[in-house]
Every structure is written in structure tokens, then in C-alpha cells.
């Protein structure tokens, strides 16, 4: 199975097993356990087709690897950005929009939404991280993973201008100019702290599908050293490839940027 057909998978079964324990939870009490799992198993399908017409509105989802790399050991790396916008967008006219004007016009694209609320989640069973003290320890089992070669950089996590292409030196360059080093600290890219996007500004609270769109609150910068490596990306796998990432990041923190400068940006990052 592909690196892409097991995201795929992934983000059409988690939530079918998610509805399904909350059914069993519900109705335990009203049907004994044999029945109970019949049920479910047949209408199983039925969940799983309908998560998987969500995806298919809110990302293009077909197989177009990138020409130009690939992952450390061979895998296509997915290109282009996926993340459908609604009918009459274009990433342009969405970014010139203030958050407000976004929020009203409703234009936040569905797949940015974070479906799901912790507190749900835990009364169906499901263990969150308690991120204030969890973090600590998941930035203390990185420390124990090495990341992928980069030949490209030098030993302060930057790139060594002698090894790099034209594009990646300016990806470099506007990765500083738009203050992403802020959180994405070399020489692992990453500060190993939490940051609250505030997404929220931009979308009304939602309900999808049985799941509510709302806050993300503080998310934990992860390592972007070896980045190309591990698709899909942001800390729920919202965003498919590093282009969708461009894309998300340019809204939230409300940058310009040009079409070569989102190019450049993802040259820089694919070499990380």
C-alpha cells in the first residue's frame, strides 16, 4: 500500500471507528452485545462512504507525484496544492481578504477546519494529550530519533550556498523575511513549544458530519528537518502536501507572497 493510499485510508476509517464507538457507548444499554456489533458492522459502509465524500469535496485527490524529489528512500513525494477552495476562489483573492471578511463570507476552505472538540473525544474514549506537560516529553523522544541526510545544510541548520539551488536560497531567505524561523528555530526547525494560530478568526463554529469545526488552541511546532518525509502535514494531517502548508500558513499569518516565493518556499523545505 502507497504512503498516499494509507493517508487516504487513514482519514476515511478513523472517523467511521470514532462513530462507531460513540454508538456503542449510546446504545449499549439498549442492545446486548452480539446484536450490537451486527449493527455496526453493516452500517459501517455507509459511515465510511460518507467520510470519504467529505475528503473527495475538500481535497484533490488524485496521484501526481512530484518530478523533481522524492523521500529519503525512494517514495513519491505528492505535488501541488490540494486543498479545495469554494467555487469562484483562488488562493489570491482569499489572501487579500482580512480574517473577518473571510469569517463572513464563509470562504474558510473545509479541509482548514479542525474537526473535533477534546472533551468529546475523551467521552467516547479517546485518550488526548494533555498538552501542557506532554509536550515536554514528546520533544524529549525526538531528541532520541535521528532526522534524514541533508547534505544541503550546514552544521547551524542552514543552507551552504556552494550546494544550493538558486530557489532554495530564496526559499531560505523569505523563510526568514516572513518570520517563520520565529517557531521553526534551525538547526531541527522547531522551538519545541506550543503556538495558538487563532485560527478561529476566520470560521463560525460548524458541525460536520457529527463533528464540530471549532478552536485549535496551542499546537506544538513540529520538527520541519526531513519534512518531505512525513506527509500529510499540521498536527491533525489537515494539510496534504507542503504546498496545501504554503498555502494554510500564507492565510493564517497573513502574508504576500508571490507565486515564486510559495515555489521558492517549498524548494527550501523539501531539501531540509
Known sequence: MSVWSNIRWFRVTLPAMALVCFALTALAAEEDFPTLTKRLQAEKPKFAQRQQTLLTERYDLADRPAKSTAMSRGKPVQDGVRVKLPAGMTWEKLAALLPEQVKEKQLWPGAAFFDGIPADAARKGTNVFERGSQVHF?????????????????????????????????????????????????????????????????FNEV????????????????????????????HDDRLLTLEDTVEFFKL?????????????????????
Not at 147 to 176: C, D, T
Not at 257 to 270: G, H, N, P, S, T
Request: aromatic share 10%.
Open 138 to 202: 514528546m520533544a524529549e523522544f525526538q531528541a532520541l530519533h535521528d532526522f534524514p541526510p541533508a547534505p544541503k545544510l550546514n552544521v547551524f541548520g542552514k543552507y551552504n550556498p556552494a550546494r544550493a539551488s538558486e530557489s532554495e536560497l530564496r526559499g531560505q531567505e523569505i523563510f526568514w523575511k516572513s518570520q517563520c524561523a520565529i517557531c521553526q528555530t534551525p538547526p531541527y526547525y522547531t522551538d519545541n513549544l506550543m503556538h495558538n494560530l487563532q485560527v478561529e478568526r476566520f
Open 207 to 234: 458541525t460536520i458530519n457529527g463533528r464540530k469545526a471549532s478552536a485549535d488552541g496551542p499546537i506544538k511546532t513540529f520538527p520541519l528537518r526531513g519534512i518531505k518525509d512525513s506527509p500529510p502535514y499540521l
Open 252 to 272: 493564517v499569518l497573513e502574508l504576500k507572497l508571490r507565486e515564486q516565493e510559495k515555489k521558492d518556499l517549498v524548494a527550501f523545505m523539501r531539501v531540509l
